[in-house]
């Protein structure tokens, strides 16, 4: 059963999936339309399935799922992740990209690959400040106060210390 995002609760569980490029309106569109048909039939062990999903800052998809309804389980995970990667194959995303990291640069969103983080800092490119994003928030509370951090005080902090 699909909802709004804005009608999940603070405790329904999210999954954050980070695309490895901007995605157009076109693009964004044919996420959505496909995810609310996968929604709308998502289980788990035949019980339905209360989730939801939005993209934003035109990079990531977010995927809830409201486990006071009912609880997702192993396998329904899975086939929501077997699906992303097949989205992602027909429309060349790969929502499965970990070597990036996003930040809040220039009024925009600015993938950062992994290797490149440290000299980025020490150049001052990547600053305390930085918003960058926690994709491993688990809930859709902890999305809203905890998924935009400065990057001092996200697991990048390591490499602000003098």
Request: glycine fraction near 6%.
């Amino acid at each position: 059963m699909f909802v709004d995002f804005e009608q999940m609760p603070a405790h329904a569980k999210v999954w954050v999936y980070q695309a490895n490029r901007t995605l157009d309106k076109k693009t964004q569109k044919v996420i959505l339309d496909n995810l609310k048909n996968f929604i709308e039939d998502w289980d788990a062990h035949g019980k339905t399935l209360k989730g939801s999903a939005i993209l934003l800052y035109n990079l990531f998809l977010i995927l809830a799922v409201d486990e006071e309804h009912n609880l997702a389980s192993g396998c329904s995970i899975d086939k929501s992740v077997h699906y992303l990667k097949d989205l992602g194959t027909h429309l060349d995303i790969d929502f499965f990209d970990r070597s990036k990291q996003a930040f809040v640069q220039n009024g925009g969103i600015v993938l950062e690959n992994f290797r490149n983080l440290k000299t980025h800092i020490s150049a001052g490119m990547i600053e305390k400040e930085t918003l960058t994003f926690n994709n491993a928030v688990t809930t859709v509370g902890e999305m809203k106060s905890d998924w935009q951090v400065p990057a001092g005080e996200s697991w990048l902090a390591k490499y602000f210390q003098n």
